[in-house]
């Protein structure tokens, strides 16, 4: 009998193409939404692998419900909606996509810096509404960013494609992570503490991984340090900010502008949030490329064939779960 495998949304044909092509009993969902959870878990409950989006969570109830799963392949870099820890108990591999949306995300990014910087959305809606009347020189006036200084937090694959992108609005870069970026460092960047980034930076880009330490990491206090011109950008993790102080400091204009690509409650919004004008909302856009997708959907299908099979995934999350030999433990 063939393995079955869940996909649990609508992905790219490619993918599913590799799972077939392995000869797997493929359950793919025909929706763009994510699964219900109950059906989520009933669907799951045959099967030996499942695809997984960042609206699934993966626990131990879902590992619960299906004793025969032996891989879950994340259609995302990140892996915040999975208990890693309680898959690699139960032996269970677990990959993500790394590497193939890095540049896809970076351009996203600057579509946002731009968007906020020179206030496109605003002036859409000013000239969509009629209200445009014509030139004027104190109109829709915003940040220019040659000579400024880009902040980002966050140096890891897509940080550090953002922060090489600078140099081409002549911007300076400061970048604030654990490790050193060869790149950024050779490319005449300054590693600092993330509370000298937000008071230096004119522009503030987060790329960081959403975890115990990064949860609500720019609330209240580091909205505060940020000069009243500053514009946040955020690509990562929703919560990372602490959405409630943030829609207040721009409600207040403590800082000049926002451009968010993801949620701290994802899809809801803070309320408050959509009322203001000095904010760009994107509907997690940062992989939307057809390349991209396509790429992250071969990468994840790929990867769970392989664990199927027996052997090691090139994009295991949980490398414990195989022994020296690179067979499941």
Not at 79 to 99: M, S, W
Request: hydrophobic share 45%; charged share 20%; with cysteine.
């Amino acid at each position: 009998m063939a393995q079955r495998v869940l996909v649990t949304m609508t992905v790219p044909e490619c993918g599913l193409e590799v799972l077939r092509s392995a000869g797997l009993d493929v359950d793919a969902c025909a929706h763009s939404t994510p699964m219900p959870r109950a059906e989520l878990l009933e669907r799951v409950r045959p099967c030996d692998g499942i695809v997984c989006t960042l609206a699934d969570r993966i626990d131990a109830e879902l590992l619960d419900a299906a004793p025969t799963l032996k891989g879950v392949a994340n259609f995302a870099v990140g892996t915040d909606n999975i208990d890693v820890a309680e898959a690699t108990a139960r032996g269970i591999p677990v990959t993500n996509t790394p590497g193939v949306l890095t540049e896809a995300t970076a351009e996203l990014a600057w579509t946002l810096i731009l968007a906020t910087a020179r206030r496109l959305i605003e002036g859409d809606r000013l000239v969509r509404s009629g209200a445009f009347t014509g030139w004027a020189p104190t109109m829709l006036r915003g940040l220019e960013l040659s000579g400024a200084t880009l902040g980002i937090a966050g140096a890891g694959r897509i940080g550090t494609a953002v922060g090489l992108r600078a140099k081409a609005f002549g911007m300076r870069v400061v970048y604030f992570d654990h490790h050193p970026s060869g790149p950024l460092d050779a490319d005449g960047a300054r590693r600092v503490e993330l509370d000298e980034l937000l008071r230096e930076s004119d522009v503030v880009s987060i790329h960081l991984p959403l975890t115990a330490e990064t949860q609500h990491l720019i609330g209240a206090r580091e909205l505060a340090l940020m000069k009243p011109a500053a514009i946040l950008i955020n690509t990562g993790r929703g919560a990372i900010i602490d959405e409630a102080a943030l829609v207040e400091a721009l409600r207040e204009r403590r800082i000049a502008a926002a451009g968010l690509d993801v949620y701290e409650h994802e899809p809801a919004l803070t309320p408050g949030l959509s009322e203001l004008d000095n904010v760009v909302l994107l509907p997690h856009l940062g992989s939307a490329t057809t390349a991209t997708r396509d790429r992250m959907a071969t990468m994840a299908a790929g990867s769970l064939v392989t664990i199927l099979a027996g052997h090691r995934p090139e994009t295991l999350v949980n490398p414990e779960v195989f022994d020296e030999a690179g067979s499941g433990a």
